[in-house]
């Protein structure tokens, strides 16, 4: 069994910066991509931001330029500095894996708030 446990949400004033982490734990040889997904009251879950095993990145539009991946293969680990939020931004922030455990498996998070005020 594969596990993510994320953290840094909360709450933060509009213009505001806060970094969300999340590792992975449990019986895997590697991860491919890891990657923060979002989901806000009333809308569907969006993808954020993903990041490769070789450090390739995707961003959403909406967060180009404000938020930024990054991973730390040895400690199994990926985060999101997030950067001039938004109250748009307001949202669970769900970390998501594809991990290599005999065949490629994907494995979400519980989640973390994060909530942005005007």
């Known amino acids: 069994q594969v596990q993510l446990v994320e953290s840094g949400g909360g709450l933060v004033q509009a213009g505001g910066s806060l970094r969300l982490s999340c590792a992975a734990s449990?019986?895997?040889?590697?991860?491919?991509?890891m990657g923060w997904y979002r989901q806000a009251p009333g809308k569907q879950r969006e993808l954020v931001a993903t990041?490769?095993?070789?450090?390739?990145?995707n961003y959403a539009d909406s967060v180009k330029g404000r938020f930024t991946i990054s991973r730390d293969n040895a400690k199994n680990t990926v985060y999101l500095q997030m950067n001039s939020l938004k109250p748009e931004d307001t949202a669970v922030y769900y970390c998501?894996?594809?991990?290599?455990?005999?065949?490629?498996?994907?494995?979400w998070g519980q989640g973390t708030q994060v909530t942005v005020s005007s």
């Open positions: 998501h894996a594809d991990v290599v455990a005999g065949a490629l498996r994907s494995s």
């Open positions: 449990g019986s895997f040889t590697g991860i491919y991509t």
């Open positions: 990041i490769t095993s070789r450090d390739s990145t």
